[in-house]
């Protein structure tokens, strides 16, 4: 079975520090992962994806990911973190094995404090 | 470019009325299109979703329904609300591999 998890449902970080929200996956293909963030009571917004190739992936408003297949796990990270980051992060996976279904972790909630 | 509009923005439903959401995509064709329900501000529940007009795949069993009449519009119905129905309706479209949102509705069942 297909799933995601985001073992911290909040993470504080100081503005100008580095910030990193982990997530791992289960799937039983090769995964698609991805990332979003979500500011109060709007969609959510695509961050960056990993497809194939370099485990490094870059993103919008400076955000990279790696992917580490060993490990399962893909992580979100940015070198200096801003208070505007402030917001809800969501992972998913999507297994192209099985189609059309993306599934989401439950979000992790970060706040930059100034 | 491809957009995403939901509509209305926000909704205040009594218990027992019915319910129509619409969600229209602009820019491209033959997406596939979903719906998810967000409940207090976390995790996204799978819905509905659709890989073409008429043909819906159903992921959790409840008093909604969801219909695709053409290819780029996409309606989530109720014939009567519950109070378990409040929430964060969201719509998504991919064509290809990543998945874009649409606004959201905002659905507070009294």
């Known amino acids: 079975a297909q799933s995601v998890a985001q073992p911290e449902d909040q993470v504080n970080v100081a503005e100008g520090n580095p910030l990193t929200v982990k997530c791992t996956y289960s799937v039983s293909g090769n995964p698609y992962l991805f990332w979003y963030v979500q500011y109060p009571n709007r969609g959510l917004q695509f961050l960056l994806k990993y497809i194939t190739g370099d485990n490094l992936v870059k993103g919008s408003y400076g955000f990279e990911a790696e992917f580490n297949k060993s490990q399962t796990s893909f992580h979100l990270k940015k070198p200096s973190a801003l208070v505007s980051d402030s917001a809800l992060y969501f992972c998913a996976v999507r297994d192209m094995r099985t189609g059309n279904q993306f599934y989401f972790g439950t979000g992790t909630s970060l706040t930059v404090i100034p | 470019s491809q957009t995403i509009h939901q509509w209305p923005a926000t909704l205040v439903q009594p218990v027992g009325s019915p319910l129509s959401l619409e969600c229209t995509v602009e820019?491209?064709?033959?997406?596939?299109l979903y719906w998810y329900r967000q409940a207090a501000g976390r995790g996204l529940q799978l819905l509905f979703y659709?890989?073409?007009?008429?043909?819906i795949s159903s992921e959790v069993p409840q008093n909604l329904s969801a219909s695709r009449p053409q290819d780029r519009q996409f309606i989530l119905s109720s014939k009567k609300l519950l109070l378990s129905d409040s929430g964060f309706y969201l719509c998504?479209?991919?064509?290809?591999?990543?998945?874009?949102f649409g606004p959201g509705t905002r659905l507070t069942v009294t």
């Open positions: 820019g491209t064709s033959n997406p596939n």
């Open positions: 659709s890989v073409g007009i008429g043909q």
């Open positions: 998504a479209w991919s064509v290809g591999r990543e998945q874009y």
